[in-house]
């Protein structure tokens, strides 16, 4: 079946402008995760969602980092302002929710840059 | 807070030699502990998870690690290499925190590159 897509799969911007960035989970998956994965700080937890809601908001570096989810499916990170130290790789992972740690599947990414 | 140490940042190895990518973790709590892997430009493959009973775990691609909760480390290897192998491996930790889900914390990952 398909896996975690991502989009877009390469965003340039200029500094001070807003992106959004798209998840697509895998379908039936409750839980849904974004991470940053940037040269100095390696990968990085940003938030989580179970459902449309987000338990686990702790790893958003900002306020300048939102992200929703809707429909129990698609999850939309957005950054406004952007700044040069944002530039990184973002990766979505969803997984089922059952009893105990199940494994996350990755998607490919959105590398973004900010000039 | 649990946090993950990956010893080498990078380990060439030849073609069908073995390697070993060694991982160790720290945390108040138990955890649960997981190896990815990441070929170029691609997103981040499970290679094994380590959940509870044997220390020994098999994974995918020949792939094995060994749980040691004395020297809390999670030590990934693969007895012979192919030039396939050469990617990004991340070990990884959770804690089963039912409100805060799984998420994950990373080692800052080891870059194998097979030599042939």
């Known amino acids: 079946g398909a896996g975690v897509s991502q989009s877009p799969s390469n965003k340039v911007t200029e500094k001070g402008k807003d992106v959004e960035l798209r998840c697509d989970p895998i379908?039936?998956?409750?839980?849904l995760y974004w991470y940053r994965q940037s040269l100095g700080q390696g990968l990085e937890f940003l938030i989580y969602?179970?459902?449309?809601?987000?338990?686990?908001k702790s790893g958003l570096p900002s306020d300048r980092f939102s992200a929703e989810r809707t429909g129990g499916s698609v999850s939309t990170l957005t950054i406004q302002r952007t700044q040069q130290e944002d530039s990184a790789v973002y990766l979505c992972a969803s997984s089922p929710t059952r009893p105990g740690p199940e494994t996350q599947y990755f998607g490919p990414g959105t590398r973004l840059l900010v000039l | 807070a649990q946090s993950v140490t990956q010893l080498d940042s990078q380990v060439p190895v030849f073609e069908e030699a073995p390697v070993e990518l060694r991982c160790n973790y720290s945390s108040s709590v138990s955890v649960y502990l997981f190896w990815y892997v990441q070929y170029p430009n691609q997103g981040l493959q499970l290679l094994l998870k380590y959940l509870s009973g044997s220390t020994l775990v098999k994974g995918i691609n020949g792939f094995e690690a060994e749980f040691n909760k004395s020297q809390t480390s999670f030590h990934l290897r693969k007895p012979s290499v192919h030039i396939s192998d050469t990617a990004e491996y991340f070990c990884?930790?959770?804690?089963?925190?039912?409100?805060?889900?799984?998420?994950?914390?990373f080692g800052g990952g080891t870059r194998v590159l097979v030599k042939p």
């Open positions: 990884a930790v959770t804690l089963l925190i039912k409100a805060a889900g799984n998420k994950l914390t």
């Open positions: 969602f179970q459902g449309n809601s987000a338990p686990d």
């Open positions: 379908s039936g998956h409750t839980a």
